[in-house]
């Protein structure tokens, strides 16, 4: 059995989960996420540069990760995907 240690969630933002969401809503079967910060940020009702600011913070917290060699390419990371899940769960509760 895998044992996950649910993250700090500090920094972790209405806004900053909107995003986080999204990527984990539009994933593929390997969590890979095709699409552009604009398009977030249309889905989402934000500018770009707040998508680009979240973006960047997600990355450095090891949310996602960005394939540098093509544009429109994240991949959630294992700890993306669980905060998603759980966050998910305890609202229900």
Do not use: C
Not at 8 to 17: R, W
Not at 54 to 69: A, C, P, Q, R
């Amino acid at each position: 059995m895998e044992v996950y240690e649910m993250p700090k969630i500090t920094g972790l933002t209405n806004n900053n989960f909107k995003v986080l969401s999204y990527f984990y809503d539009n994933k593929d079967n390997e969590n890979l996420v095709k699409t552009t910060q604009d398009e977030v940020g249309k889905a989402l009702k934000m500018n770009r540069s707040t998508i680009n600011y979240i973006v960047k913070w997600l990355k450095n917290e090891g949310y996602i990760i960005h394939d540098d060699t093509r544009i429109g390419r994240y991949y959630l990371t294992q700890k993306g995907i669980k905060t998603v899940e759980l966050m998910r769960k305890v609202n229900k509760l």
